[in-house]
């Protein structure tokens, strides 16, 4: 007799472990969703908490592929019937939807449930929202104790927690020979996000000699281990030949991994892979949709990406993957200018930025004055001659103004630039 119909037969007669495991075949696509759905339904009286929470699994499921609202509602019944019989997932389940919500309060009082059970991850994770001060007062003192809680209890991942700590001298002096101990303590139990965090030190030479190769293989191990950000960085370190020969399809092959995760990082830059051709096959489209994605994941983390504005901005103005649109394209770069400070834009970007915004902002000028003059761009942009002449050349280029800037210009063409979109 095969499984899955011993399985069947076992739940038939009520047998909940196999019903339970048939639930968990439908989940993952291997089984029919109304049948286990049915057979879920059927144990209720026993009040199991795991067979509740597959039923809000195969609702959850439901609600996406059908756009269900009453099978959404039902999902969420279920969820908090399991979390009320001491189910630890649906705790955690509860946790991270409020957590997406902005709802930390909420979050963190299942956190503190799941403490109460004595969960060291619940202990690093509330370490994480004093640390971040997210539904309480920041204290990166009580973040530290957390931390230490955890791995009072055999939780081994809080070592990655008090190694930032004493990187930082975050609720303990600084400290970065201990830094290295923790992450070092961590490493033996294969935590990947030490294996990252000991990359970052020799990457950019804290508290160890700089070595970009000794980086790469931290970050390698890392990104085998399934963490983002080494997956990200080491994609960055193939594409730059840093620390490892420059390898532009292992490249592509790393930062792809990385945006499977949703790093927004990641998204920007296998952006400018797509657009150049460098490590795959050139495909502006697949470009400004990683640009693009690059935008929403780093607003969904509370970050702003303003390379990744400057980017699209760049697509919008020269047409590429989509129609010339200098609305957008002004409109991206000026989050872009208006973000520059951030870390994560170059100077020179900046500066290409405020070309591009003078180029789009001259020809509207042109437009308004029926003429322009590298005088008048000078004079009502405030910038310097060399931006000047170079908007006036490009605008000439493009046929929008003639060699004595006189406006030429179509209107039906001008407003087409302009458009919504």
């Known amino acids: 007799m095969e499984k899955i119909e011993l399985l069947e037969k076992q739940a038939e007669s009520g047998n909940v472990d196999s019903i339970?495991?048939?639930?968990?075949?439908?989940?993952?696509?291997?089984?029919?969703?109304?049948?286990?759905?049915?057979y879920l339904l059927s144990i209720n009286e026993k009040m199991n908490p795991e067979a509740y929470y597959c039923l809000y699994e195969l609702y959850e499921q439901k609600s996406i592929l059908d756009t269900d609202n009453i099978a959404l509602e039902t999902s969420q019944k279920y969820l908090y019937i399991s979390a009320e019989l001491g189910f630890e997932t649906a705790y955690w389940t509860i946790a991270g939807e409020s957590d997406g919500e902005k709802n930390y309060e909420k979050a963190i009082l299942y956190?503190?449930?799941?403490?109460?059970?004595?969960?060291?991850?619940?202990?690093?994770?509330?370490?994480?929202?004093?640390?971040?001060?997210?539904?309480?007062?920041?204290?990166?003192?009580?973040?530290?104790?957390?931390?230490?809680?955890?791995?009072?209890?055999?939780?081994?991942?809080?070592?990655?927690?008090?190694?930032?700590?004493?990187?930082?001298?975050?609720?303990v002096e600084q400290n970065i020979d201990e830094a290295i101990k923790c992450f070092e303590k961590a490493i033996e139990y294969n935590h990947a996000d030490a294996f990252n965090?000991?990359?970052?030190?020799?990457?950019?030479?804290?508290?160890?000699?700089?070595?970009?190769?000794?980086?790469?293989?931290?970050?390698i191990k890392g990104a085998e281990g399934g963490f983002e950000i080494s997956q990200y960085k080491v994609g960055c370190m193939y594409r730059d030949g840093i620390g490892v020969k420059q390898d532009l399809g292992k490249a592509f092959n790393w930062l792809k991994k990385a945006t499977e995760q949703y790093f927004y990082k990641a998204f920007n830059d296998i952006g400018n892979?797509?657009?150049?051709?460098?490590?795959?096959?050139?495909?502006?489209?697949?470009?400004?949709?990683?640009?693009?994605?690059?935008?929403?994941?780093?607003?969904?983390?509370?970050?702003?990406?303003?390379?990744?504005?400057?980017?699209?901005?760049?697509?919008?103005?020269?047409?590429?993957?989509?129609e010339i649109n200098y609305k957008k394209a002004l409109e991206h770069f000026n989050?872009?200018?208006?973000?520059?400070?951030?870390?994560?834009?170059?100077?020179?970007?900046?500066?290409?930025?405020?070309?591009?915004?003078?180029?789009?902002?001259?020809?509207?000028?042109?437009?308004?004055?029926?003429?322009?003059?590298?005088?008048?761009?000078?004079?009502?942009?405030?910038?310097?001659?060399?931006?000047?002449?170079?908007?006036?050349?490009?605008?000439?280029?493009?046929?929008?103004?003639?060699?004595?800037?006189?406006?030429?210009?179509?209107?039906e063409e001008y407003e087409n630039l302009f458009k919504e979109m």
């Open 20 to 38: 339970i495991e048939i639930a968990k075949l439908a989940i993952d696509n291997n089984y029919n969703k109304a049948k286990a759905i049915e």
């Open 111 to 171: 956190i503190q449930k799941l403490i109460e059970k004595n969960n060291g991850d619940a202990m690093i994770e509330m370490a994480h929202y004093y640390k971040d001060g997210r539904g309480v007062e920041q204290s990166f003192e009580k973040a530290f104790e957390y931390y230490n809680k955890a791995l009072s209890i055999g939780c081994t991942g809080a070592y990655v927690g008090l190694g930032i700590a004493y990187l930082n001298g975050e609720g």
């Open 197 to 219: 965090n000991m990359g970052f030190l020799y990457y950019y030479g804290e508290g160890v000699e700089q070595d970009y190769e000794k980086a790469f293989q931290y970050y």
């Open 273 to 322: 892979l797509y657009e150049h051709g460098e490590g795959t096959e050139q495909n502006y489209d697949l470009a400004l949709e990683s640009f693009n994605d690059a935008i929403f994941w780093a607003e969904a983390n509370d970050k702003i990406l303003p390379t990744a504005y400057y980017n699209v901005g760049r697509l919008y103005f020269d047409g590429k993957g989509v």
């Open 335 to 411: 989050v872009a200018i208006e973000n520059s400070h951030l870390s994560t834009m170059k100077e020179t970007t900046k500066e290409d930025c405020i070309k591009y915004k003078t180029k789009i902002e001259g020809l509207k000028l042109a437009y308004e004055n029926g003429e322009i003059s590298r005088v008048l761009l000078q004079k009502k942009f405030s910038i310097g001659y060399p931006i000047a002449s170079e908007t006036f050349e490009w605008l000439l280029e493009k046929a929008y103004i003639d060699k004595d800037g006189k406006t030429i210009i179509a209107k």
